[in-house]
C-alpha cells in the first residue's frame, strides 16, 4: 500500500489531518513511515546554545516477533 493509498482512506474515513487542512497529503505520510520514532526508536535531546541536539545515541526500539 503506498502513501496515495494511504492518504485516500484516510479522507475516506474522514481522519482529521493534524494540521486541520481538508485532505491527506501523501508527503505527510511519506514523513510519518520515515520517521524512525514512527517506528519506537527514541531519541533523546537537549537544548545546548540555543539548538536542540541529540544528547546520547538513540535508543533501539524492541524487537516485535510476528511469528506464532
Do not use: C
Amino acid at each position: 500500500m503506498g502513501s496515495y493509498t494511504i492518504a485516500n482512506y484516510l479522507d475516506e474515513l474522514k481522519v482529521p489531518t493534524f494540521a486541520g487542512s481538508l485532505n491527506w497529503d501523501h508527503t505527510t505520510i511519506d514523513s510519518m513511515l520515515r520517521n524512525r520514532a514512527t517506528y519506537g526508536e527514541y531519541q533523546p535531546k537537549s537544548f545546548a546554545e540555543g539548538h536542540k541536539r541529540p544528547s546520547r545515541a538513540a535508543l533501539p526500539s524492541p524487537t516485535i516477533s510476528l511469528q506464532s
